[in-house]
């Protein structure tokens, strides 16, 4: 059974407590007042029945046996379906958990049915409950709690998102290669975060607009108004997010560009410096070849030599071998070798 919690309200006061969907609607017919029903992944044959005591469109039905809505307030008559989107901020994941909760409501009656484990439903009934001339406004009132506690449960989600951005930050100055990607992440994140507040605010104006034309207790629609302008609040600084992050890529994106160049310019000047010292090894390499040549030509053990007999001989061998190194000396210096 997915019934969370059933009671049935007369004049702001919980009466019963029906175990079963069937003897909450008995309840109601001989008591009158409201239902308030809290059901959790309910089973096709719960909604269906729901579906039939209280003339629910099958389009709603079908939406919230479904899941996956976006935010959403729609019309059905007297009956009223909306779409939310609750989120929490998982410290131990630095992850944003969204969960979708589906709410009709009559003249008579609220049903909440939630796809998810946030959001705490338990403790909106218990603060409803401590408030009975508030409660006895009936289902508009219950759903103005509902819509202020996912309000309010943004809160530690948009300080949770905040102080990740800051510690991206320092995560691009220090150069962690890791940066870029938590912040796709983060941004997908954010995306997800603006799909569930932005449509809020057309909702709230739409609840708004519905209880002044019929009527509904001022300060309930001063209630209302107040958590429009906490969603406007929140909205603004999702939005402030997404321009944050964009802006950090970029940075991140030029800071990695700056450090490749360094880099290739380090690069550059270590080949320019290899270049410069193959070029010197290379010059003494030549200096020393040449004298080294002439020597071992007149090694040689021939009879027929060039000045071999000549007196002059050995002085002009050393001295041919001196001419020759300052001559390649001299040219590799020109040349800036050396």
Do not use: C
């Not at 997915?2 to 019963?16: F, P």
């Not at 800071?255 to 290899?274: D, G, K, P, Y």
Request: hydrophobic fraction near 45%; charge should be negative; charged fraction near 25%.
């Amino acid at each position: 059974m997915t019934l969370v919690d059933n009671a049935v309200y007369v004049g702001g006061q919980r009466t019963a407590d029906p175990r079963s969907l069937d003897e909450t609607y008995e309840v109601m017919r001989e008591r009158g007042g409201m239902a308030w029903i809290g059901l959790y992944r309910p089973d096709a044959g719960e909604v269906e029945s729901l579906a039939d005591e209280f003339r629910l469109h099958e389009l709603a039905v079908e939406d919230a046996l479904r899941g996956h809505q976006r935010s959403k307030l729609e019309n059905y008559g007297s009956t009223l379906f909306t779409v939310l989107r609750p989120a929490r901020y998982l410290d131990d994941t630095e992850k944003v958990e969204f969960g979708e909760l589906h709410v009709f409501v009559g003249a008579d009656f609220l049903v909440s049915v939630r796809h998810a484990e946030s959001l705490d439903l338990g403790r909106v009934r218990q603060r409803m409950e401590a408030d009975p001339e508030l409660l006895a406004m009936g289902p508009p009132a219950a759903l103005y709690a509902i819509l202020d506690e996912v309000v309010d449960a943004y809160g530690p989600v948009v300080a949770g998102l905040e102080n990740d951005i800051d510690e991206i930050e320092d995560q691009i100055f220090n150069g962690d290669p890791t940066v870029s990607r938590r912040i796709y992440e983060l941004s997908r994140e954010v995306t997800e975060f603006q799909r569930a507040t932005h449509p809020l605010e057309e909702v709230i104006a739409a609840l708004e607009k519905g209880m002044a034309n019929f009527q509904v207790n001022v300060e309930l629609q001063r209630k209302l108004r107040d958590v429009r302008d906490h969603v406007i609040r929140v909205v603004e600084r999702v939005d402030s997010f997404r321009v944050l992050l964009q802006n950090a890529l970029t940075v991140n994106a030029t800071l990695v560009a700056q450090r490749q160049n360094e880099e290739m310019r380090r690069l550059s000047e270590t080949s320019l410096e290899q270049n410069e010292e193959i070029k010197r090894i290379s010059s003494w390499a030549a200096i020393i070849f040449a004298p080294t040549l002439i020597g071992t030509v007149y090694g040689m053990n021939f009879d027929r030599m060039p000045e071999l007999d000549w007196v002059w001989g050995y002085p002009f061998s050393l001295g041919l071998m001196v001419a020759t190194g300052g001559v390649l000396y001299a040219v590799f210096k020109w040349m800036k070798w050396l």
